[in-house]
């Protein structure tokens, strides 16, 4: 039957066939037998509807095509020659044409086709209206003349050719409003809500239609803006007491779908009662001044939970300045409100955590200048001349543990030392204070530099809380030149001597802190009149866009071209390491052999 009407192969009909089953949500066998509903046992090549009933669901699928196919195969081969003559030899009929000028809608006047019997096979559009548009956007210059079942079959698939049939066989007037309507042309398949309305005319019959397509857009459309951003929309009605409320209106306000909505004057009754105040104020403001209003007030839903509800409202006014309508709408703004207050809590967790990080901030950068000497304040040392910067981190956030000890021995021996506490603010600075306080008093044992650090390591590691940190610590000997040192996880020193600098190969024994009873190694160094030892912690050389290693070989480089006097070669440094001042402290640490 589809070939038939289609003038195509059955293969490419059954295609078709499968495309409208999946427009319409049916099952193959379901809209096979809705094609084949019309076909009759009249004379061969007529189409009469609703002679014969549909098949059901369980019926073979083969069967049907089948069946399809051959009716559809007789459609086709029915003889067209004589519709040019039928629409010439229509007489005058003022009905159609005063119903087809009247029609603001798409309107069609038919005539019927009959076959020998006199049975109607089909009907020609003998004229449309200038609105006339079918679902392929055919009008009045691509249908007129042509046959309804060849150019939309959707009237057989959905019985309106059987109506139409019955309508002009005097029948009572077809009259269907919003109806799911499909059709197929040229291997494409069409959908949409349309209303339709036949009547009969002394001629034939004259149809008025609209799709929906527009309609049903801007439908789905709106639904989904309401859903999406939970907005619903509701209208009283002042003069019949009549209220029409949305789906996501109702929600807003925890009604059902078969619930009435409150009228305006008891609205208050369905909000919190701490908003009362607040909702009274707005209907009374919108009747008394007649003017838009907007609040925010909560409800309490079934379940006892609070939804934070903006509304607008406005007033409908008649031309006497009355109002007979009000417009409403809602928006349910209950998470907008919970982040809001989460934000809020967070904003005073902050505030609180910032107040104590300051503080904090503050008897850091107090302790750090309370324990280290100023740079011009170092003691003298024999056989040595000593150069410091010690520069904290310029964002008081960073402020680390840096720190660097100096002192004359009574046995004619000079302790230097530098370390760096890990972390950052208040507890580093406590460990810096501890480590290097720790150190000058167990120096007083003259113990060697190695014994030192063991103790110092256990001194590290029982402070509550526990802290690590690394260090260099040592002696010279001014009468054989003899640094004798232990490096405990720290840099290595560079040694600068007669215009070359090397990194002194250093056993680096674990940082301070990090293994109890660890006993640490005494190197010993030779030096020469003239040497330059530079010692240095890592925020001089330490990058995250950058490695190590290699920053450490740029220093390297930079004192091996660097002048002789411990003062200009931490100048030279600075000036061209670019270290990073705000990301953690400095220290730089210059002793000048004499």
């Known amino acids: 039957m589809l070939a038939r009407r289609l003038g195509v192969p059955p293969g490419e009909a059954l295609q078709h066939l499968i495309w409208l089953a999946r427009d319409l949500e049916m099952e193959l066998p379901e809209a096979a037998a809705m094609v084949v509903q019309g076909g009759g046992t009249g004379a061969e090549g007529a189409v009469v509807a609703g002679r014969r009933p549909p098949r059901t669901e369980d019926t073979d699928r083969r069967g049907v095509v089948s069946e399809a196919e051959d009716l559809l195969h007789r459609l086709a081969a029915e003889d067209t020659g004589g519709d040019a003559g039928i629409i010439e030899g229509l007489p005058e009929d003022p009905v159609a044409r005063g119903l087809l000028d009247g029609a603001l809608d798409s309107a069609a006047h038919l005539v019927p086709v009959r076959d020998s019997d006199g049975e109607v096979q089909d009907f020609l559009y003998a004229e449309l209206n200038g609105a006339a548009r079918d679902l392929f956007g055919r009008g009045a210059e691509e249908l007129t003349g042509q046959r309804l079942l060849r150019t939309d079959p959707g ?336 840099l290595p020193p560079i040694l600068v001597r007669d215009g070359h600098a090397e990194p002194l190969e250093v056993h680096r024994d674990p940082m301070l802190g990090a293994l109890p009873d660890w006993e640490y190694t005494t190197i010993s160094t030779e030096l020469r009149p003239g040497d330059l030892l530079f010692l240095y912690t890592d925020g001089l050389v330490e990058r995250r866009d950058a490695d190590l290693d290699e920053r450490i070989e740029r220093l390297t480089g930079i004192l091996r071209d660097s002048s002789a006097g411990p003062e200009l070669a931490l100048d030279e440094v600075l000036a061209r390491m670019e270290h990073d001042r705000a990301a953690d402290d400095t220290t730089m640490f210059a002793l000048y052999v004499e």
């Not at 339709?196 to 459309?221: F, I």
């Not at 009435?260 to 008394?288: C, G, I, N, R, Y």
């Not at 967070?346 to 950068?365: D, N, P």
């Not at 904290?392 to 030392?417: C, K, N, Q, Y």
């Open 155 to 490: 009237a057989a698939l959905s019985g309106l050719f059987e109506d139409y049939v019955a309508v002009l066989e005097g029948g009572p007037t077809l009259d269907r409003d919003s109806i799911m309507y499909s059709t197929v042309q040229g291997g494409l398949s069409r959908s949409s809500r349309m209303s339709v309305r036949c009547v009969r005319a002394p001629t034939g019959v004259c149809l008025t239609w609209r799709y929906h397509t527009g309609e049903d857009r801007s439908a789905r459309r709106l639904e989904r803006v309401e859903r999406l951003a939970l907005i619903g929309f509701g209208e009283w009605d002042l003069v019949t007491g009549q209220a029409d409320w949305t789906p996501q209106m109702l929600a807003n306000y925890g009604l059902g779908p078969d619930e009435v909505p409150p009228a305006p004057h008891d609205l208050p009754k369905v909000v919190a009662d701490d908003d009362l105040p607040l909702v009274e104020e707005a209907v009374q403001t919108m009747f008394s001044r007649r003017e838009p209003v907007e609040a925010e007030h909560r409800v309490i839903g079934k379940d006892g939970a609070a939804r934070h509800l903006w509304v607008f409202a406005e007033p409908v006014l008649d031309d006497s300045g009355l109002p007979v309508s009000i417009n409403i709408v809602s928006q349910d703004i209950t998470r907008r409100r919970g982040v809001e207050r989460a934000l809020a809590e967070t904003r005073r967790q902050m505030l609180k955590q910032q107040a104590r990080t300051a503080q904090e901030r503050k008897v850091a950068v107090t302790l750090r200048r309370a324990i280290l000497p100023d740079e011009g304040e170092v003691e003298w040392l024999p056989g040595l001349r000593v150069a410091i910067r010690a520069l904290a981190a310029e964002s008081t956030a960073r402020i680390g543990g840096d720190w660097f000890a100096t002192r004359a021995m009574p046995d004619g021996r000079a302790l230097v030392a530098i370390g760096d506490a890990a972390g950052h603010g208040l507890p580093a600075a406590a460990s810096m204070a501890r480590s290097r306080n720790g150190l000058l008093g167990l120096s007083c044992t003259g113990e060697p530099a190695g014994q030192l650090v063991g103790w110092l390591n256990e001194l590290v590691g029982s402070m509550d809380p526990p802290a690590t940190g690394t260090a260099i610590v040592g002696y010279y000997r001014p009468d054989r030149r003899v640094l004798e040192w232990t490096c405990a996880g720290h």
